[in-house]
């Protein structure tokens, strides 16, 4: 589904990704894990499509299309979904406004007919539910006033409502307790999906205990430097990041 | 040249307020409050005009008291009051000038809104007196004309409410000036909401001083601007006395080669202590060659305050647009709705559903354009 080629990018002219490679099919969970500065931003940045991180090698082919060369609206309209590290505060749009806003944006684009108000409140509620999303946040301007974890549950609330093909969650775990990060996670794995790749964002192997990935690779440097099966973030929390990127050198 | 007036002023009241303009004379940039907002170049080679403008009242709700200032006979209650409040040069041209306008007095709790309207050229004076315990509801709106000067005084008695909400529409090449005075009484709680939209020069400036224990004020306002507009909203704001409470949002939206300017001071006198003010300006610019100028102050006097003001310029949050478009949302449509979100919490206070949406359709009416 994704295929990642020799990718370099830079951001305000200084190379941050310097030839990374990686593959993903559906049905696959992949983790990427590197310590602070090694890139894992950008590089879910650059593929949802935020301006400013520019693509100066490689390549990013997403079912078979050149991703880099999309908008980032037309990229979510074809399943690709950020959860991101820090979902903005938006004052004067209630949450319930832009869900239905986002999600009719995303069909219309995709030719399919709009969901009206009552059909968009329907959905949204039952799976907001799930992830114990109140009535009282969803009436709330964007984010604002919400908590860390309140944010996060939002996230996965569109990610549920939007059904991704590629779900990229970006630090999903940074800022949650225990039973927050539990509830994210189940929120997640319901959405685990034979159609559905996922790449989870991590700098702890503590996320990976509830989200357990098919794959594992190590970002250090704007590179993938070691990659692995479930056990190497075992691995990965007993050596510490130094020791992995010194044996793979 | 004029030499005396319709309006029920004595003699030497009128000398007073002739002699102050044609002294003064129009104000230029050189006069501090007048600085981003050049009026002797929006005049050109024309004089202030000597003319009386026009208004037009809505249906008079019981309650309501109206004089017609063009009138003989005037009651005693706008023979006590015109002309009574605090002057401005310009205010000074309209009482010396204008030769009718509108005074109403309010003496119970009035449900319906009233609506006024000004229009035509020329100078025109407008009293508005609001009894103890009364309550209104106006709505002021303006309609185009090459130059107006208005002057309003505006009194709130012992616990009176006032809720105004001014629609000034887009009027190019036009010069539209408002100057008002008010005096706040204990208790009592004027809210006001201004929308324009911007003239050749529009000015609305108020002068309004809270004059009695837990008198309050809390005025809001949005600009959406085109073109070579401009809109200028100037604020003193003054806490006469203690445990007296004035909160201020402005936000501006500027685009094309138009100016947006907000000047507001607020002044805690001496001993006025348990005063509470809040002022924020906000001007979002969307073309290269739009302005806004943001100017709040505070002057303090009193030791036991609360005071906060702030100003931002800027353009669209980057980090809020792309949220908005990796979530599916089209660029153009993403700004629209940021845009709308930047204005609507200036809105939010109109406490009433209807006048609310009035006002967020004229907004969205000159957004769309």
């Given at each position: ?74 990229r979510a309209a074809k399943g690709v ?169 | 040249?004029?030499?005396?007036s319709a309006l029920a002023l004595t ?18 940039r050189r006069v501090e409050d007048w ?335």
């Open positions: 589904m994704l295929e990642i080629k020799n990718l370099h990018v830079s951001v305000g002219g200084k190379e941050i990704l310097k030839g990374l490679n990686l593959s993903i099919a559906a049905g696959q969970v992949h983790a990427i894990m590197g310590p602070n500065g090694s890139g894992k931003s950008t590089l879910s940045y650059v593929l949802a499509g935020r301006a400013g991180y520019d693509v100066n090698q490689g390549s990013i082919t997403y079912n078979g299309e050149d991703l880099a060369a999309l908008p980032p609206e037309a979904f950020l959860a991101m590290q820090y979902p903005v505060e938006i004052p004067g749009v209630t949450t319930m406004m832009f869900l239905k806003s986002a999600l009719n944006a995303q069909r219309r684009s995709r030719g399919e007919s709009e969901l009206d108000a009552i059909g968009v409140l329907k959905t949204v509620r039952r799976k907001a539910a799930a992830l114990n999303v109140s009535e009282d946040m969803l009436k709330r301007a964007l984010n604002v006033g919400f908590s860390g974890g309140e944010k996060k549950r939002l996230e996965i609330l569109q990610m549920s409502l939007f059904e991704p093909k590629l779900a990229i969650l970006d630090e999903t775990d940074s800022g949650l307790d225990i039973d927050a990060l539990k509830l994210v996670a189940e929120g997640v794995n319901a959405l685990r999906d034979p159609s559905r790749a996922m790449l989870v964002i991590t700098h702890y192997q503590r996320l990976l205990d509830y989200i357990v990935p098919d794959r594992i690779h190590v970002l250090a440097g704007g590179r993938i430097v070691a990659e692995g099966g479930k056990e190497l973030a075992l691995e990965l929390e007993a050596k510490g990041y130094d020791q992995i990127v010194k044996d793979a050198a | 040249m004029k030499t005396a003699p030497a009241r009128w000398e007073q307020a002739a002699s102050h303009f044609r002294s003064a004379g129009v104000p230029t600085k981003y907002s050049d009026l002797a170049k929006a005049l050109g080679d024309t004089a202030l005009s000597e003319a009386t403008a026009s208004w037009k009242l809505g249906k008079l709700p019981a309650g309501v008291e109206m004089f017609d200032l063009a009138e003989a006979n005037a009651p005693d209650w706008v023979k006590t009051h015109l002309g009574s409040l605090k002057e401005t040069t310009l205010s000074a041209a309209s009482l010396a000038f204008a030769d009718g306008g509108v005074a109403l007095r309010v003496t119970g709790a009035v449900e319906t809104p009233l609506t006024l309207e000004f229009s035509g050229k020329g100078n025109l004076r407008a009293l508005i007196v609001l009894e103890k315990n009364a309550a209104l509801t106006l709505v002021e709106n303006l309609s185009g004309s090459e130059q107006r000067n208005v002057g309003v005084e505006i009194i709130l008695g012992a616990n009176a409410q006032l809720h105004h909400v001014r629609l000034a529409p887009a009027a190019a090449g036009a010069i539209q000036i408002e100057e008002v005075a008010m005096t706040v009484a204990r208790d009592a709680v004027y809210t006001a909401h201004y929308a324009s939209f911007g003239g050749k020069l529009s000015r609305l400036e108020l002068d309004i001083a809270l004059e009695g224990a837990n008198a309050q004020a809390h005025l809001s306002g949005v600009s959406v601007l085109h073109g070579d507009s401009h809109a200028d909203i100037t604020t003193r704001l003054s806490h006469a006395v203690g445990n007296t409470q004035s909160t201020q949002l402005f936000k501006k939206v500027a685009g094309g080669k138009s100016r947006a300017v907000y000047q507001g001071k607020v002044t805690v006198t001496q001993g006025a202590n348990g005063s509470d003010s809040r002022q924020t300006a906000k001007a979002l610019l969307l073309g290269n060659q739009a302005e806004a100028d943001l100017k709040p102050e505070l002057e303090i006097f009193a030791d036991d305050v609360k005071c906060a003001h702030g100003a931002a310029v800027g353009d669209l949050d980057a980090d809020s647009l792309f949220y908005l478009r990796a979530r599916g949302i089209p660029e153009s449509d993403a700004r629209d709705l940021l845009i709308h979100a930047f204005l609507e919490d200036a809105m939010a206070g109109i406490a009433r559903d209807d006048l609310r949406d009035q006002v967020r359709t004229a907004v969205n009416e000159a957004l769309a354009s």
